[in-house]
């Protein structure tokens, strides 16, 4: 399953033990893994009743709230990581939450379908938005406000004195390190604060 | 067949040392039990109550078909606090007037009633009551503590006072303290109730007087605030009281010959079904609810404040606490706003402690947390039911 794989690709950048906090936390899944496979603790952030109760049901802490209110709750420098996976292109103000990523974490990692992945390029030129697997929705019903490539990041990540880790590209559940922001329809930045 | 409940009293000899300096000397606690207690004896599950509820929480009393307990959708066999995995106490406060001693009772100092004499009992004194009822039961610690409102402040003041005797908290549409506000509508019920000329210094008992206009009032007052501005005008609007129904009848609502009918134009007449249904609430809580008892619970929720003796820092105030937590808040709640139960999340992380927060968007105000809600059920349910994979 690529799903697992691009999982245990993002788990791989968490150290060993790590306190997480991780944005968008869907059901839970990815935390879980990390507390059995990685011995992280940490905390979950969701807007959705069903993903909280996923949470609650599989032992994972779930704070629920809206991440385009802020993230007041939690104090500077709070984290080992920071996760933001597919979170990101679902927020109204998706530099902020960069900004307040940095700011709770001593590093981050943000993972974010690429809109400059080839297929998507295509159907740009063939003059349609893309639907595809990864990019599943049309136009006028999609919850990805904030579509962004993989080279669009890098600037943004400039912008705020982001100090890029390590990035890359993951595509059918490879690490992709040549031309990612083509050959990729999944960009991956680990990031810290700029000193 | 449905879970019978059965009440049970406790005596305790040794006296009671109060926040207030005063001593309670000699009391008994009203409590009762469902389920089983295991051989480990970690299955137990305390529900704390709020302000005008009892150690009744769930279950019927036998051959009283309509007997249920105030918590009985939560508490059951297979219910999200299933009695059929957990052992679970309901238990009365001191001061309250449904069984544990109470200003009703006889102070022994006097042989008359306590009245007004009963001492101030706080948060803390009742968890130290309820403590006390644990001892005697042979629970060292409990599997959960549970409690909604004023309940979840002493769930929470569990964990600070006993850190070592409880695993989970689940504290449901609470706070941290009161707000100005909250307490403004706490003083207005005090007032109303010390007021009537039928209370007499809260020593109406000798006269054989009840203060039935101060109790309907603070009551009415109370109302209120547990309802949302929505859900009161989806439930009455501007409804009008149907011509024929009688004087402190339960007001029926979806009449549609109600909405056209003229006014009376009467000043004090029952015009509009709200306030048919406010007579109708207060009427009832009269009957039953003692005035000296509603003025105590009042001032516990207004006293309580664990961060008071932490100069304010609620961060520091929760450090003692061990347990895990779930919290639990409504929306539409403005008298325990979902931003108190934020503040104790957020005190909660910065102690690095395990904590879940549920916030369901719920119409009903306060009232939420007595209601069947599927996300509110689920979410305990599902927290419950991993604090019973942890016995297994």
Known sequence: ?195 | MPLLATTQFQHFSEPLALQCGAVLADYRLAFETYGRLNAERSNAVLVCHALNASHHVAGVYEGREKSEGWWDNMIGPGKPVDTDRFFVIGINNPGSCFGSTGPMDTNPATGEAYGADFPVVTVEDWVHAQARLLDVLGIGQLAAVLGGSLGGMQALSWTLQYPERVRHAVVVASAPNLTAENIAFNEVARRAIVTDPDFHGGHFYRHGLVPKRGLRIARMIGHITYLSDDVMNEKFGRSLRPLAQREGAAPTTDDPAALLRDYHYSTQDIEFQIESYLRYQGDKFSEYFDANTYLLITRALDYFDPARAHGGNLTQALAPATAKFLLVSFSTDWRFAPARSREIVKALLENRRDVSYAEIDAPHGHDAFLLDDARYLGVVGAYFERIAKELA
């Open chain 1, 1 to 195: 399953m690529t799903e697992q794989a691009t999982m245990q690709a993002l788990a791989a950048l968490v150290p060993e033990g790590s306190r997480v906090l991780d944005l968008g936390c869907g059901d839970g899944a990815m935390l879980d893994y990390l507390q059995r496979a990685r011995r992280c603790s940490g905390y979950g952030v969701e807007i959705d009743d069903a993903n909280v109760l996923a949470c609650v049901r599989r032992g994972v802490n779930a704070i629920q709230l809206n991440l385009d209110e802020g993230l007041a709750i939690f104090e500077d420098n709070s984290f080992d990581v920071v996760l933001q996976i597919d979170t990101l292109p679902h927020l109204r103000n998706a530099e902020v939450m960069l900004r307040e990523t940095a700011r709770v974490g001593r590093t981050g990692i943000v993972a974010f379908p690429n809109f400059a992945h080839w297929p998507n390029r295509l159907s740009v030129l063939r003059g349609r938005m893309p639907v595809t697997r990864r990019l599943p929705y049309q136009w006028y019903d999609t919850p990805n406000i904030r579509v962004g490539t993989y080279k669009d990041f890098e600037v943004l990540a400039h912008k705020n004195r982001l100090r890029i880790l390590d990035a890359f590209g993951m595509q059918e559940g490879q690490v992709v390190r040549w031309l990612p922001n083509a050959r990729a329809g999944t960009a991956v930045f680990h990031f810290e604060r700029a000193a």
